[in-house]
Structures are given as C-alpha cells and as structure tokens.
C-alpha cells in the first residue's frame, strides 16, 4: 500500500499534506482518519476502497466546514496524503488474551499522545456544535413511531441510536475518569445527549496541553483520542439515520 498518494481538488492552493491513519478491521471494514481533523474520516470494506473514497470525503469535510462559517480554516486545492500509521483492530478477554469475540481494541495512533492544542480545541467545539446540529435537523420531524421504528437487520431504532450516541459521550469520558456515575444520565433520549454533550463541551476547554494518556480495558486513551472519536461517532450516526430515513420513506 502506498505511503504517499496525492490528489487535485477545485482550486489553486498551496499542496497541503493530511497525515492519515488507518484503521483495519473495525467491524469487518476499514477507516481513514485524516489526524488533527476531528470529523474528517472516511470508511469502506477494505483499506484499498476507503483510500478511494477518501479524497471525495475530505473535499465534502471541507465544503461542510466552509458552509458553517465565514472563517474556515481549510481550503480546497493541491492535497497531499500521507500514511503515517496503520492499526489493525483485534479482541481481548478480560485476562487481556487475544480472543475471537471479546473487547474490540481500537486504533490508538502515535498523533493521540500529542495533547490538544488551543486551536484543536477552539475547533473542536465547533466542529461538536455542527456535527449535532446536523444530527438534529436530520431526526427534525419524526414523531413517537418514525423515532421507534425498528428496520428489519438493524440493532435499534433511530430513538435507540440517539441513546446510543449520547451514552457513547459518556463512555468516551468515562476512559479518562470523568463523566461520573452512568445512572446519572438521564433516560430521555434527547435530554441524555443534551446532557452528555454539556459535560464534553465543558471539559474540553480544561483539555489544553494535558499531557495525559489513560490505560484502561487494555486500551490507551487521551483526550485528543476522545474528541477524534466523540466527533466521528455522531458524524457516522447522523449519517446512518440519514440513510434509514431515506430507506424507509420518511
């Protein structure tokens, strides 16, 4: 696989290198992560298609960005992209043994050491509002029964993946000692993520040169790892609600 490819997007900007980390096997597929930019991911059935994908994905990041304020902080043009680090995602048992079915360990990449910058976390609150204001407008509209109907193969109802994202916040935090206890959380969907969402956005100014890395589970975890993650998992969810909305006709 290639360490290096490159890429001409619309425009006549400077080449500007993305530093990307591969994720193989996270639940059969593959994902890129463009590092230091929370949000921009792509995903794909194996490390050739997601490299693919990736360009189209990146340019979309942008435009989304642009769309959401008058001082963006990317641009399109001459992109460089370079495979900086690949992790192939694996089991353990609670005796920390390797195992077909047990505790997924996932990516841990050497950019998560480095700790959040002011500018990573002034974007990172941005990159949060945006991210859960489209997830808002995507469920704007459904009542009690399109919230809970449950499609044919999938785990939960789109009420059920909203729980999700705003217990998965809470997990995320819960890997470096915060969050507090799990039953605090509120059972109402929207009030949970509401809640949840509160105690990243109000954490992650206090995040600012932290240099701290969290073992737990057999997992590292810092908070550069928590706002890469917390950020793509509502992304990855808005856009699977998107496509069970369109589905199912509503």
């Known amino acids: 696989m290639p360490g ?25 597929r593959s994902l890129a992560w463009v590092l230091g930019h929370p949000g921009a991911f792509a995903d794909g059935p194996s490390p050739e298609a997601v490299l693919d994908i990736l360009p189209a994905a990146l340019e979309n990041y942008i435009a989304w960005i642009n769309q959401n304020t008058d001082q963006p902080w990317l641009a399109l043009g001459d992109v ?17 043994e390797l195992v077909e079915d047990g505790y997924e360990v996932n990516a841990w990449f ?14 990172g609150l941005l990159i949060l509002q945006w991210s859960r204001e489209l ?10 029964e399109m919230l809970d109907l449950h499609a044919p193969a999938e785990r939960w ?17 819960n890997r470096l000692g915060l969050g507090g206890p799990r039953e605090e959380l509120p059972g ?17 100014p206090g995040w600012e040169g932290l240099n701290k890395v969290v073992g737990i589970d057999g997992e590292f975890w810092s908070p550069r790892k928590v706002l890469r993650r917390a950020v793509w998992h509502e992304l990855d969810h808005a856009n699977h609600i998107l496509r069970l909305r369109e589905e199912s006709g509503f």
């Open 135 to 144: 997830l808002m407008q995507i469920v704007a509209g459904l009542d009690a």
């Open 188 to 204: 109402e969907v929207f009030e949970r993520m509401q809640v949840s969402r509160q105690m990243l956005q109000e954490l992650l």
């Open 110 to 123: 050497l950019h998560d050491w480095k700790p959040l910058t002011e500018e990573d976390i002034q974007r």
């Open 4 to 28: 290096i490819f490159a890429m001409q997007l619309e425009g006549e900007q400077k080449t500007m290198t993305f530093r990307i980390g591969l994720e193989n096997n996270y639940q059969g």
């Open 157 to 173: 109802s789109i009420r059920g993946i909203l729980s999700h994202v705003g217990g998965a916040e809470w997990w995320y935090l």
């Open 80 to 96: 460089e992209f370079l495979i900086e680090e690949t992790w192939e995602v694996y089991s353990i048992n609670e005796d920390y």
